[in-house]
């Protein structure tokens, strides 16, 4: 099969990130699903059903944004339309990870939100990470529950069901997702040890201040009010 080096630098790429995630325990060899828009109207997404540790560019995917397979021989990922709500929503992202991080799970499980004022660099990057409401995997109640959230936020818990997060590269995405865990798995051991305390207004107002001066353009749940949890702040 022949691709332009777009293409197959991107194949490659999705390929290396699900070894990654595979690799780091945010999924089991069959779960989750990792894609990356392609041309102006194209998605190359992870196949249904393979092994994200052992994945080939041959095995990727080319699906239009309605979900249609336009080329390859696998069938595309059974939550596809995650994938294609979340690009309809924001056309400016360029690729999406959808991982089960294991601390980040479980605190949905517990019915606990990560949607808090804790750790100063998330509160700066993308502020905070908000829960869907719970959805039936392989129905239209998965896309619908985080549409207007990834409006406002690059990053989501689904309840019971993982994680999503929306990157300009499929690096960013994955970097995000590593960002949900590792806040999950602090805010886990900061609750074995007592209380958790959230960053108070003003400090917080003091760090997103510092997002202009260091060249921070995400978007950011606490001034978009992404979720309505926090006030809104100017940034």
């Not at 392989?138 to 999503?164: F, Y």
């Not at 995000?176 to 609750?191: D, G, N, P, Q």
């Not at 003003?202 to 950011?220: A, I, M, Y």
């Amino acid at each position: 099969m022949i691709w332009c080096d777009e293409e197959a630098a991107l194949r490659g790429a999705i390929c290396q990130v699900a070894r990654m995630a595979y690799d780091k325990g945010f999924i089991t060899n069959v779960d989750g699903n990792f894609s990356v828009r392609f041309g102006n109207d194209g998605i190359l997404i992870t196949p249904a059903g393979l092994p994200k540790a052992f994945l080939t560019p041959d095995q990727i995917t080319h699906i239009d944004l309605e979900g249609n397979v336009v080329a390859g021989s696998t069938r595309p990922s059974s939550e596809v339309t995650m994938h294609v709500v979340a690009y309809k929503e924001r056309p400016e992202m360029r690729a999406i990870c959808h991982a089960h991080p294991k601390h980040a799970v479980a605190f949905t499980l517990a019915g606990l939100s990560l949607d808090v004022t804790v750790i100063p660099e998330v509160v700066v990057t993308i502020g905070t990470i908000p829960t869907a409401p719970y959805g039936t995997p392989g129905t239209t109640e998965l896309p619908e529950s985080l549409r207007s959230i990834v409006r406002c936020s690059d990053v989501v818990m689904l309840d019971r069901h993982g994680a999503l997060t929306l990157g300009t590269s499929i690096i960013d995405a994955f970097r995000k997702l590593e960002v949900i865990e590792h806040t999950a798995e602090i805010l886990y051991y900061a609750r074995t040890l007592g209380a958790v305390k959230e960053l108070s207004p003003e400090e917080v107002r003091k760090l997103l201040s510092t997002r202009s001066p260091l060249g921070v353009t995400t978007k950011n749940t606490l001034c978009s009010r992404c979720g309505g949890s926090h006030e809104g702040y100017q940034c």
